[in-house]
């Protein structure tokens, strides 16, 4: 048997790492996937590999986030390596060694912000997004990046990263928020200012299955791809949306996953959620590969797959294929849904951490410019009795600008505990402790 399409597997199951020995978060949801794969021979077939997964530095996490008090209080030697895996699966797509790449990696990383002061919905830095800063900062010619995200929860840290900045396409099929932490990812949430439209949130209800994510799929993801034309194609691979899932409500099965990575044809796959370990896990994973490859993969069969009880309702195929159609029209008219112009736009939230039980109050301040993405500046006050000024200057930036992103360092005011600030173009990360 041999691989259409050469396709690269990286798998750290992080053995050192877990919420506790108990929690639906931990090693085993990689390691039944691992015995999986070595007893069907996927990694006997010609054109199918295996590579090790590398280390992220500090300072490519510090080209995501401002970590309070810093990084290595923030993470694990777990956390890096989770996150150099995805860059590895990069960087082997890149340099044309494979066709495809799956990180299998955890602990996952879609819910972690830019600010990070904690660590929320099990995550603690974001992964994909320190994968997709370190590609633009090393391979120059990635211009535009699209990130599908299909685990069952909003990816509400990747869209945060990234609403600000129209080179990042970011599309979340999810579990209706007004069903499922973490309570966001409406249709309502399409981007900020500078990039209005490039966020897509396709929130549909509980009980969905292969049908109304496939159409989600056909009908709005892979037009909106199209007409965005993106360098780099990752999924965020979720698979809590599966049918056995403990704590989510859909039905989606290992058949519906492979299927949606045939039609998707990512460059990179990352592994988020999915915490059915026996019964799902290993058979999803065993699909998406089988569909990366290019191979069959008709016969993969969890193990209570019953296509009865899986069945959606024609009220929920009604309701999902209404919602696709608005949300493509708002994507054709994006360019309306954009705000007047202003020199400021400020924005406040609060932000719950679950997994550390910490709060935090964010005030944003994005300086509007023609000329780029604009300077942004976070001031963020925590529960923990961290309160910290975090600067933001993007790809790009312009030389006003900069001068802005250097008034607010220079000349913070209140009293914080630190200023930071990120410069994409210089590649550098400062902190000034006050």
């Not at 089988?290 to 069969?301: E, I």
Request: aromatic share 10%; with cysteine.
């Amino acid at each position: 048997m041999k691989a259409k399409r050469r396709t690269g597997l990286i798998f750290f199951p992080a053995y050192d790492w877990e919420i506790s020995p108990t929690h639906p978060e931990r090693k085993e949801r990689l390691l039944y996937t691992q015995d999986q794969v070595l007893e069907e021979g996927v990694l006997d077939i010609e054109g199918v590999y295996e590579f090790k997964a590398g280390v992220a530095s500090e300072q490519d996490i510090s080209r995501v986030h401002f970590c309070v008090p810093d990084v290595p209080s923030r993470i694990t030697a777990s956390h890096n390596i989770s996150a150099g895996g995805c860059i590895e699966a990069a960087r082997l797509v890149l340099d044309g060694v494979v066709d495809n790449a799956f990180a299998l990696v955890r602990p996952p990383g879609h819910h972690a912000m830019r600010v990070v002061q904690g660590a929320r919905g099990f995550c603690n830095i974001n992964i994909e997004a320190v994968m997709l800063e370190w590609v633009r900062t090393h391979y120059p010619g990635v211009k535009k990046i699209a990130v599908v995200d299909t685990d069952c929860h909003h990816g509400d840290g990747t869209q945060d990263i990234y609403w600000h900045d129209p080179d990042v396409l970011y599309i979340s099929i999810h579990q209706d928020g007004r069903t499922l932490y973490p309570g966001s990812g409406f249709p309502s949430e399409f981007g900020g200012p500078k990039a209005a439209g490039y966020t897509i949130n396709i929130p549909l209800p509980p009980l969905t299955g292969d049908e109304g994510i496939l159409w989600a799929v056909e009908h709005v993801v892979l037009p909106v791809l199209e007409d965005f034309g993106p360098d780099l194609v990752i999924n965020s691979a979720g698979q809590d949306n599966h049918f056995t899932d403990p704590i989510t409500n859909m039905s989606f099965s290992a058949l519906g996953y492979a299927r949606l990575n045939e039609l998707l044809k990512p460059h990179v796959c990352v592994l988020e959620g999915g915490y059915s370990i026996e019964g799902a896990l290993p058979y999803v994973n065993t699909g998406i590969i089988l569909a990366l490859a290019g191979l069959d993969y008709s016969y993969v069969r969890e193990p209570d797959y019953d296509p009865e009880r899986v069945r959606q309702d024609p009220r929920v195929t009604e309701y999902i294929q209404r919602l696709c159609e608005q949300i493509y029209d708002m994507w054709r008219n994006r360019s309306a849904l954009a705000p007047e112009p202003r020199p400021f736009y400020e924005r406040s939230r609060s932000i719950f951490y679950d997994t550390d039980s910490i709060t935090e109050r964010q005030h944003e301040t994005l300086a509007y410019c023609t000329a780029c993405n604009g300077a942004l500046r976070i001031d963020s006050r925590a529960s923990t009795g961290y309160r910290i000024l975090a600067v933001h200057l993007p790809r790009g930036a312009c030389s006003a600008c900069r001068s802005q992103a250097r008034e607010w360092f220079d000349h913070p005011g209140g009293p914080y505990y630190a200023v930071y600030l990120q410069d994409l173009d210089a590649d550098e990360f400062t902190v000034k402790i006050m």
